[in-house]
């Protein structure tokens, strides 16, 4: 019974384990808007929301897989060689990643241009490899990739999303508004980007400052009803 007991107990904190472990990646420990990583990417292929998902879920297939192989030889890498290693393992999937998106879409392809091949360099993807993957199992290494990889989509797709609806009036190339909208050109060209993320940034730092504030509202009655 005592057995039993201890699997039913360890089954809620091992699903828990790894919701933390994937969810991780989206808010907490966001790649864009926390770590501020991948900015190369996030801030030239962004002019379109479609470019964006793009780019977010080539970089989430390279991490997730690259991750996974690392994991499973981490006992088999010599230390001295191990960089070198997760960079090979990560340039093969990147690889797939330019040949599979070239066959599907030339359009795509050349929109995205070289940044394709730069995934190899993404610290993203190597410090995962280095920090998380060589020390843990695959699966465990996989959820935190995945995470990872959701969250920099997330933020490709918020910066994407923006720059085309303002600088280009439509969402995945549908128009969202009338004839009479004039885009914001600055949008689509370089400094959009960097206004995007910067709005961006003002936002979710103003919303932990909220959080912070009706937190320390809510604790202040419970205190003074403790201390009297």
Same mark, same amino acid.
């Given at each position: 019974?005592?057995?039993?007991?201890a699997?039913?107990?360890?089954?809620?904190?091992?699903?828990?384990g790894?919701w933390?472990?994937?969810?991780e990646g989206?808010?907490k420990?966001?790649?864009?808007?926390?770590m501020m990583?991948g900015?190369?990417?996030a801030?030239?292929?962004?002019?379109?929301?479609? @470019? *964006?998902l793009? $780019? +977010?879920?080539?970089?989430t297939?390279v =991490?997730? !897989?690259?991750?996974?192989?690392?994991s499973? %030889?981490?006992?088999?890498?010599p230390?001295?060689?191990r960089i070198?290693?997760?960079?090979v393992?990560?340039?093969?999937?990147?690889?797939?990643?330019?040949y599979?998106i070239?066959?599907v879409?030339?359009k795509l392809y050349e929109?995205?241009g070289?940044?394709?091949?730069?995934?190899?360099?993404?610290?993203?993807?190597?410090?995962?490899?280095?920090?998380?993957a060589?020390?843990?199992?695959?699966?465990?290494?996989?959820? @935190? *990739?995945?995470g $990872? +990889?959701?969250?920099?989509?997330?933020? =490709?797709f !918020?910066?994407?999303a923006?720059?085309e609806? %303002?600088g280009?009036?439509?969402?995945?190339g549908?128009?969202?508004?009338g004839?009479q909208?004039?885009?914001?050109?600055?949008?689509?060209?370089?400094?959009?980007?960097?206004f995007?993320?910067?709005?961006?940034?003002?936002?979710?730092?103003?919303?932990?400052?909220?959080?912070?504030r009706?937190?320390a509202?809510g604790a202040?009655p419970a205190?003074?009803?403790?201390g009297?």
């Amino acid at each position: 019974m005592s057995h039993d007991h201890a699997q039913g107990a360890g089954a809620p904190a091992g699903i828990t384990g790894a919701w933390e472990q994937l969810t991780e990646g989206v808010w907490k420990q966001n790649p864009v808007f926390v770590m501020m990583l991948g900015m190369c990417p996030a801030l030239a292929v962004t002019v379109s929301a479609i @470019n *964006a998902l793009s $780019m +977010g879920v080539a970089t989430t297939f390279v =991490l997730v !897989a690259s991750c996974a192989l690392v994991s499973l %030889l981490r006992r088999l890498v010599p230390k001295e060689v191990r960089i070198a290693t997760y960079i090979v393992i990560i340039a093969t999937f990147v690889t797939v990643v330019d040949y599979t998106i070239q066959a599907v879409s030339l359009k795509l392809y050349e929109a995205l241009g070289a940044f394709i091949q730069l995934i190899v360099v993404n610290c993203i993807i190597l410090g995962r490899a280095e920090a998380h993957a060589s020390k843990n199992p695959p699966l465990p290494a996989m959820l @935190n *990739a995945l995470g $990872m +990889g959701a969250g920099f989509t997330l933020g =490709l797709f !918020a910066l994407g999303a923006v720059r085309e609806i %303002l600088g280009a009036g439509t969402l995945f190339g549908v128009a969202l508004f009338g004839s009479q909208f004039q885009p914001w050109v600055v949008m689509v060209l370089p400094p959009g980007g960097f206004f995007v993320l910067g709005s961006w940034l003002l936002f979710f730092a103003w919303w932990e400052k909220r959080k912070r504030r009706l937190a320390a509202a809510g604790a202040t009655p419970a205190s003074a009803v403790t201390g009297g």
